[in-house]
């Protein structure tokens, strides 16, 4: 068999997300991914030294990078991620292979990128006073606003979906909250509130300069832990925190995830999202932005937008997948055939797996060109 370049990656991030611990290094023969868990309170370093001819001339580009549902992210075996399909893109026009860094703490990103771990960081980020010290940021991917995310139902009156989503385990019972004594529907009722961010979230300036304009204390508590945007939205459903602010694109799907949440009022000016790069990178920072500007001319990144932040019944069906490798370890429905079989082989299982996936995309009603049929 022969294995082409789609499934040689996936069998790198496979093997390195489902064997090596989150706090730990990856051999240094697997080359694909790796991973990256710093101490907190990291100090900023002056950024090393590589710029776009560096990069030419090693043959590949590195991106430093959260694994989250709209970045990148593992589905049946297959990398995905609005931005991870954007710099895949970028990557096959540049002419050099794409390597994804997986960094779990995101006070780490820019710390990782001026390091030189990456040569990219991508995460969503937002461009502010304090981050823009650090790295030199691209031109927009897209814009959207910053959102007060709050529950509008307790779990038991969401549905059925809901309460299976944000249940709690038997020894962590939750406390149900008044939801109408306390539902947000304009900016100056946050007065006198408390709203939980993530540690060094852009949105902690948007909470003060509101704070400034309604004349009243917004009590900001940064949340320790490592903890994202993403799993504050569960908190805010599961009635653990009662207010969190995100971007509103990726708030709608988590609307759209817990039915219990309310999503509005909008807290501020419209902000852009984009890449962020060394300081001292000019050739690669002026090269992303003109392909940026020239794929904004193409249809590429409305309909990877549309893909990631729009469809909702995709995204449904993603995070409520058993086959999202980040919370199952699971491939497809075909593990434990393919796991038997490998060992008549003497294979590892995931990489028949790999090679399943490269022939089919796991479905046994695939036809080949040559009429060939089934998972292999």
Known sequence: MRFGPSAVLFIFIFLFLASVPSCG??????????????????????????????????????????????????????????E????AAFAKDLGVDLKIV????????????????????????????????AAAFTDALYHTDPVLV????????????????IKP????????????ARLITQPAQLAGRRVDLPEQSPFRRTLMELSDEISGDIYVVEVGGKIPDEALAQKVARGEVQFTVMQKNLADLK??????LKVRPILGHTQKVSWAVRKNSPELLATLNSWIAEKKKTPLLNSLYQKYF????????????????SKTGKLCEYDALLKQYAVELNWDWRLLASQAFQESRFK???????GATGLL
């Open 25 to 82: 290094r990856k051999p240094a023969s697997l080359e694909a991914v790796d991973q990256i868990d710093r101490r907190t309170n990291v100090p900023m370093v002056e950024p090393i030294a590589r710029d776009l001819a560096q990069i030419r001339e090693r043959g590949s580009i590195t991106v430093v990078a959260p694994y989250n549902s709209t970045t990148y992210f593992i589905y049946q075996g297959e990398p995905l991620g609005y």
């Open 84 to 87: 991870y399909e954007l710099l």
């Open 102 to 133: 997986v960094v779990t703490d995101p006070k780490s990103l820019i710390p990782a990128l001026n390091e030189g771990e990456g040569d990219i960081a991508a995460a969503r980020l937002i461009p502010d006073s304090d981050n823009q010290a």
């Open 150 to 165: 709050q529950q509008d139902e307790p779990p038991s009156e969401a549905g059925e979906g809901t309460e299976k989503a």
């Open 169 to 180: 385990g038997p020894a962590d019972p939750l406390p149900e909250v008044d939801i109408q």
């Open 255 to 260: 609307e759209a995830e817990f039915k219990n």
């Open 310 to 325: 729009v469809d909702r019944r995709r995204y449904l069906e993603r995070v409520t997948s058993e086959y999202l490798t």
């Open 364 to 370: 046994p009603e695939a036809r080949s060109w040559a």
